[in-house]
């Protein structure tokens, strides 16, 4: 029960299922409705089950920026690698135009030792989104990483992203690893592969947009 602009008693209608009560302004009863996305929006969550690629092509000019959170849990080939492409027309962009830099640290899981890593290099067919440190098979091991595009849709200025990544090396190391793309050409793009440089992987890739 709510009231009217005369002040008299009203009953709300319930709306259907999923739906919130919101104000509908001054003098004027609530009413059900559909809630907003809000500016961080869950486009697809894809589950991998030994898969050696994942690809999207989810990416328009909905949104200014895009983020891939990335979990990774299992990978079928010691000292395999994740690499990204961009997609335009359906198809992975293999031109050698991907510019990254990475760098990190790394520490040995019985805290004898820790050390920097840094490594970098120009004009790829890819980008490797944890740099070139590959990943290891053992139970419980694998890489998570959240990886942030900006402006796809745009097609004023070199194309950009970053990511970062956590990821076991092998048993006895583990390492936080942030890694920036420039891929040089104004073109815009519509979708990215992520995949690996040997045999499959296993986890989650979640994409959503950022208004």
Do not use: C
């Not at 050698?96 to 899981?109: E, Q, S, V």
């Not at 120009?122 to 590959?134: E, K, Q, R, V």
């Not at 583990?174 to 420039?182: E, G, K």
Request: proline share 2%; net charge negative; aromatic share 12%.
């Amino acid at each position: 029960i709510s009231y009217d602009a005369s002040g008299n008693p009203v009953a709300v209608a319930t709306g259907t299922d999923g739906q919130v009560l919101t104000s509908t302004g001054a003098g004027s009863p609530p009413a059900f409705e559909t809630a907003s996305g809000g500016d961080f929006v869950l486009i697809s969550s894809t589950a991998l089950s030994t898969a050696s690629s994942y690809t999207t092509d989810s990416i328009d000019s909905t949104y200014k920026m895009y983020k891939i959170m990335v979990n990774i849990t299992a990978i079928g080939t010691q000292y395999a690698k994740l690499y990204l492409r961009l997609r335009a027309s359906g198809s992975d962009i293999t031109a050698a135009n991907y510019d990254w830099t990475g760098g990190g640290t790394f520490r040995f899981t019985d805290d004898s030792d820790n050390g920097t890593w840094y490594d970098g290099n120009i004009s790829d067919t890819f980008y490797p989104i944890h740099g070139l440190g590959g990943l290891d098979t053992d139970a419980g091991e694998g890489v998570s990483s959240e990886i942030v595009l900006y402006n796809p849709s745009e097609t004023v200025g070199y194309k950009t992203m970053r990511a970062h990544a956590n990821f076991l090396y092998d048993s006895a190391r583990w390492y936080q690893v942030s890694t920036a793309l420039q891929y040089g050409t104004t073109a815009a793009y519509t979708g990215v592969t992520i995949y690996t440089s040997a045999g499959t992987m296993s986890g989650t890739i979640n994409l959503y947009g950022i208004k």
